[in-house]
């Protein structure tokens, strides 16, 4: 007894020490060392990098011209005493051990790709990279893989930092079902604003809210459609809805499906953008999206049509509606800035408690690189800041 409870207390007194031990990713596993006289010691104890590492949503591949492309968030914590520098973040295919990374990012690109919430920003990017003890940081990923290649079922990420590296946050890329669906719009020059992409300044990619006590992504993959000419949206006076080339054009169903939920009655702000927006109502949970139609897809999906303009939406809750079948007029209600239609699919029928998921548009064309011949795309999700154009060109 006397023997246990000794070793016991030298356990306990030698714990700090261990505890300071440098951590690397190792594990419990015992490392030989050699002593001076040749005798073979071992290494303490040391626990592996303290970074916890989650997906909270996992993603689904989409494909669009070449590439098929994963977006998703990874969350990373600090939980040792002491920072962790971020160095590069890989993504490996989780069933096949030694193969060379899908996706590997490195400094100066995670610089773009992490983003602190809850402290104060600074102005410095390399700072982004370096967690504090207790810190929590996004990094919004975007795999690309080569349609040839097979996508991976599952993936595994590697984050390597300073002096040592951790690996986990297993994720599957086939989350959800891909629905196609048709052109919520019609006719041509409609630009995908914040549209699918990873860009540092997409305000629907980094629109992550805490709702219900977790973080949500509702605007994942959303798009504003805006129609342009020579890449501006209006012509005439700014202030003016009407001046707005997509102000009033029609809004269709873009698939067979039960009106889950329509709203009419709220007005148009005058356009104005940063300081000179002012809402013409006060914008809270209710009224942000404005005048707002909801489609119910089945399988867990809603398409979400937001910012209509007043007086035009035509259909009720409840109403069953056929593909291609107007639902009312692009408008400025609720937090838009100027006339567009505000267009995603998510996991709820209540408004951003869902997360974004993406789904696939059956036919458009896209304006060539160079003024090149328009590139035709057949079920694909068309990109952030593309600009498209919809139905037959023969009848346009």
């Not at 492309?69 to 939980?79: G, I, K, M, S």
């Not at 709702?211 to 949500?216: I, K, S």
Request: hydrophobic fraction near 40%; glycine fraction near 8%.
């Amino acid at each position: 007894m006397r023997v246990s409870v000794l070793f016991l207390a030298v356990y306990l007194c030698t714990w700090p020490l261990m505890s300071q031990a440098k951590l690397s990713t190792a594990g419990s596993t015992l490392q030989p060392l050699q002593a001076p006289n040749g005798t073979a010691v071992s290494k303490p104890f040391a626990f592996p990098l303290q970074l916890e590492m989650r997906v909270p949503f996992d993603p689904t591949a989409f494909p669009n011209g070449l590439n098929s492309y994963l977006l998703y968030e990874l969350y990373l914590t600090n939980f040792a005493q002491t920072p962790i520098t971020l160095n590069r973040i890989e993504v490996l295919d989780a069933d096949v051990t030694g193969a060379p990374p899908i996706g590997s990012f490195d400094a100066t690109q995670l610089k773009a790709m992490v983003q602190v919430y809850g402290a104060m920003k600074t102005a410095d990017p390399k700072e982004k990279l370096t967690l504090p003890p207790g810190q929590s940081v996004v990094v919004f990923m975007s795999v690309v893989v080569n349609r040839k290649a097979p996508m991976p079922s599952k993936l595994i990420h590697r984050v390597i930092a300073a002096d040592s590296m951790v690996q986990g946050a297993e994720i599957s890329t086939r989350h959800n079902a891909l629905h196609v669906l048709s052109p919520p719009v019609e006719g041509t020059d409609w630009l995908a604003a914040d549209g699918p992409s990873n860009d540092e300044d997409n305000h629907h990619r980094r629109g992550i809210i805490v709702l219900d006590g977790r973080t949500v992504d509702s605007r994942r993959y959303a798009i504003d459609w805006k129609r342009v000419k020579n890449e501006v949206s209006f012509a005439g006076d700014s202030r003016d809805v009407t001046s707005y080339f997509s102000y009033g054009q029609a809004v269709l169903a873009v698939a067979n499906g039960r009106v889950f939920m329509a709203r009419d009655g709220l007005p148009n702000n005058i356009p104005g953008h940063n300081e000179a927006f002012h809402p013409a109502v006060p914008l809270t949970l209710d009224t942000v999206s404005g005048n707002t139609i909801v489609l119910d897809l089945g399988s867990g999906q809603f398409v979400y049509y937001m910012h209509l303009k007043p007086g035009s939406v035509l259909v009720r809750s409840g109403d069953f509606v056929r593909k291609g079948q107007m639902l009312a007029r692009i408008g400025a209600s609720g937090d838009a800035r100027e006339p567009h239609l505000h267009f995603e699919v998510t996991t709820s029928s209540t408004l951003l408690f869902g997360e974004g998921v993406p789904y696939l548009i059956d036919h458009f064309r896209t304006q060539g690189g160079g003024g090149g011949q328009p590139v035709i795309h057949v079920n694909e999700l068309p990109l952030g800041k593309s600009v498209v154009s919809f139905g037959d060109p023969e009848h346009e």
